[in-house]
């Protein structure tokens, strides 16, 4: 009953669309010119917040105690050459530092030659750069600080910015510095480099935004290539790219209208899209010509194409978009927003599918009709959907459905044991956690801040928050130098610590002071410039421990077991009463997050599983057509675990979500097959005759589709993202696993429960039957 009123509906659906396929034209128009406009909102993003839940403890301790309150940023300028010494080179860097201090949003500016020209006015009264090497010399040996000039070689400038500052203003920022970088003119014998965390982050956003287009346009190669050969059974048999191209530019549009900014995942969203969304509109083709080839009226093939079809496919959508649901049980910012654009992106590529897709092909026949009429031709027998002898691909469809409905056991045998097998085997796979291989290894910013990190020792700290009753108690100072010292001396990867103890004992001969008010006292006199990075008000303060290069040295597991050992140290080492200490810091935060990605994975893809068959349950009543789908690609779940085991692979953040995409991708292959199925039963059809007729007219849509799909997600391997081709790679072996087992699986697994069913209702029956019968005998005997 359900299933009549959502196919009258439909029908409704398509006598609206036949009616009315200008304004649809029309309208469509006009989407693209919103959707131009609403894509040049999109941001690009790359920070700690695109991996981390704003809501979450873990960011407020990071953002709200560090970032907001202590954090600082620095673009680096690093001079390479074989005299650093000499004078020229040095007031060079004196004119880019003068210009680079007027930069809007730069704190302060730190370099040699602020140095050299503070101890040359002490000595002369004259605050220049000397032009005697010998005197810069003599200077740089007995006051230049190694975090200026490290060795003979080597001198670094650095711009210091807020933590906090946004992205688009960290780009301002930087060009500005590299254009007071030219201005300075530096001697033309010494490498010049702008570096450092900033740096590296606008160039992470410029190559996300410049990689965007060449994947879109491998992808859209790519499937013009599977089109033309496999889906050659129709007219226009390209149409369907452009169709979803429109699609994909509508969920531009809504993008940047949504404020979902483009990350290193979500940019994959689009060439997936294309994959998916492709299948919506080959499905309507298919099922459009079909109809035609039976001689239909143009607007009648229109209606029944909407009718038969229209539910199947939206049903697909749904079930789709519940296994892209449990996406959102993800704590990572970037994989919600990934689920939210491909969420979006389905549903914009099935209503363009839907009424641009059935309206463009619905003209064209017309048109195409007219042309033919004032030639006087007949072309309906010459149909290409016409054909009644078999393809290779019909042939090898069908021996296909033969074979797996003669062994059905033996299939299903083999399948389990190899999905058990695999489900086993997948929490042995191995994790990738090194957010630097992530990106492009071979990205210039990438270069030149490792380049930056084997000079200076790498940069990374732990940044212990304390907060406390008084931050002028000289306990709290004693017991912050003391643990200080206990870390650096007995933790082989803390390399030193940097706090507001550092300068009270500079400006107190070395020594803490025995009272409050001394502390006070020296406080007044810091300078706030120094101060507000170690001091947040009267009960909050920083303790920064510098842990080198221990993203790249240890890893961020490495970094977790770091971070344990200083918080039992704290443990031993108590701080004065009222005193609580939070270690936080980028690496924390990292390793938190995608830890909880990689290793929830399994409950995100049960998740999903559980969700899918709720919604399959929900439209359907009906256990079989619920279960049936499940079961399909449960095995298929399985089979991925043990291939990504067996072959080597890894999980990433990126991979971690490849259930939720098989089971949104696998699951439609299934319904389209058994909506059709049922259709084919309706008409008298046996189990067997309904699943071969399915097959047959079916097959090929499903075939061109999948492997649409399958070259879709191909041209993600092409991606310069190590995590983005890496997720390519996994999700072509996973959708071509999916293909197959709607082949191969799905067939045995809906025949035998629908024989199973047609059994236990038969028995029922007869069951009943002879009930009434022996009731009838009782009656007449008596």
């Not at 099922?287 to 009718?307: F, H, M, N, S």
């Not at 892209?324 to 970037?334: E, G, H, I």
Request: charged share 15%.
């Amino acid at each position: 009953m359900r299933c009549v009123i959502i196919k009258g509906i439909f029908e409704k659906l398509g006598v609206f669309i036949e009616d009315n396929s200008v304004a649809i034209g029309l309208i469509a128009l006009l989407l693209i010119v919103l959707s131009l406009q609403g894509a040049q909102l999109i941001e690009m993003k790359s920070g700690t917040d695109t991996f981390v839940e704003k809501t979450s403890k873990l960011y407020q301790d990071f953002d709200h105690l560090y970032l907001n309150l202590f954090s600082t940023q620095s673009i680096v300028v690093m001079v390479e050459g074989q005299d650093i010494t000499n004078p020229e080179l040095l007031k060079a860097l004196d004119r880019a530092q003068l210009s680079a201090a007027n930069i809007p949003g730069v704190i302060e500016v730190t370099s040699p030659s602020t140095v050299i020209k503070e101890v040359n006015y002490k000595m002369t009264g004259n605050a220049e750069i000397p032009d005697d090497e010998a005197t810069i010399k003599g200077i740089v040996a007995s006051y230049m600080p190694s975090a200026l000039m490290p060795d003979d070689t080597h001198a670094f400038m650095s711009v210091v910015i807020e933590g906090t500052t946004t992205d688009q203003m960290q780009e301002e920022i930087l060009e500005q510095t590299e254009s007071a970088v030219a201005f300075a003119k530096f001697p033309p014998d010494y490498n010049v480099i702008v570096t450092g965390d900033p740096a590296f982050n606008v160039a992470l956003n410029y190559e996300m935004n410049s990689s965007m287009g060449p994947l879109l346009g491998i992808s859209a190669i790519l499937m013009l290539v599977v089109l033309y050969m496999v889906f050659k059974h129709v007219r226009w048999r390209l149409l369907p790219l452009p169709i979803v191209l429109l699609g994909i530019i509508l969920t531009f549009g809504a993008m940047g209208f949504m404020n979902i900014p483009m990350t290193m995942v979500s940019m994959a969203a689009f060439p997936v899209l294309i994959g998916l969304g492709i299948d919506y509109a080959i499905q309507f083709h298919n099922r459009i010509e079909e109809e035609l080839a039976k001689g239909e009226d143009a607007a009648e093939a229109v209606v029944q194409t909407i009718k038969h079809i229209g539910p199947a496919v939206l049903i697909a959508l749904i079930i789709t978009a519940l296994g892209f649901f449990s996406l959102f049980t993800s704590a990572v910012p970037m994989i919600q927003d990934f689920g939210k654009l491909l969420l979006i992106g389905i549903v914009m590529c099935f209503i363009v599918s839907l009424f641009v897709g059935v309206t463009v092909i619905y003209t064209l026949h017309r048109l195409e009709d007219r042309k033919n009429s004032k030639k006087g031709i007949n072309k309906k027998n010459d149909h290409p959907s016409n054909t009644t002898q078999p393809d290779i691909l019909d042939r090898l469809i069908g021996k296909m459905t033969s074979f797996t409905l003669k062994y059905p056991w033996i299939i299903l045998i083999i399948a389990s044991l190899s999905c058990l097998g695999g489900m086993y085997v997948d929490s042995m796979v191995p994790l990738q956690t090194d957010v630097q291989t992530f990106v492009p290894q071979d990205m210039p910013a990438l270069l030149d801040l490792k380049h930056l990190g084997s000079i200076l020792g790498g940069t990374d700290q732990l940044n212990l928050v304390i907060k406390t009753d008084d931050n002028a108690n000289p306990d709290l100072l004693k017991w912050i130098d003391e643990f200080s010292q206990h870390e650096v001396e007995g933790r082989s990867h803390i390399y030193g610590s940097n706090s507001i103890v550092s300068l009270v004992k500079e400006m107190n001969r070395g020594e803490i002071p025995d009272t409050a008010e001394e502390v006070e006292h020296i406080y007044a006199q810091i300078p706030d410039s120094q101060k507000q990075w170690y001091l947040h008000g009267g009960n909050i303060m920083v303790l920064n421990l510098n842990i080198g290069n221990a993203m790249g040295e240890l890893g961020l597991e490495g970094i977790s077991e770091l971070s344990d050992t200083v918080e039992e140290d704290i443990k031993w080492f108590v701080p004065p009463p009222g005193t609580t200490v939070t270690i936080t810091g980028n690496s924390v935060v990292f390793f938190e997050v995608i830890g909880a990605l990689t290793s929830g994975r399994m409950l995100m893809t049960m998740l999903g599983i559980v969700m899918v068959f709720i919604g399959l349950m929900a439209i359907y009543r009906d256990h079989l057509k619920a279960l049936t789908p499940v079961i399909t690609m449960l095995i298929v779940v399985g089979w991925s675990g043990g291939i990504m085991y067996y072959t080597g692979l890894e999980y990433t953040p990126m991979t971690a979500t490849l259930g939720a995409l098989i089971l949104g991708v696998g699951s439609e292959y299934a319904i389209l097959m058994m909506e059709r199925y049922f259709e084919e039963k309706d008409k008298g059809a046996t189990p067997d005759e309904a699943m071969h007729e399915a097959g047959l007219k079916m097959g090929k849509a499903i075939i061109s589709s999948g492997l649409t799909t399958v070259f879709g997600f191909a041209a993600l391997i092409a991606s310069p993202f190590s995590m983005t081709s890496n997720f390519g790679f996994i999700t072509v072996i996973d959708v071509t696993l999916a293909l197959f087992a709607t082949f191969v699986v799905f067939p045995p697994v809906l025949v035998l429960l629908d024989k199973h069913r047609e059994q236990r209702i038969s028995k029922k029956k007869m069951k009943t039957m002879n009930t009434n019968h022996a009731k009838a005998t009782e009656v007449s005997t008596i």
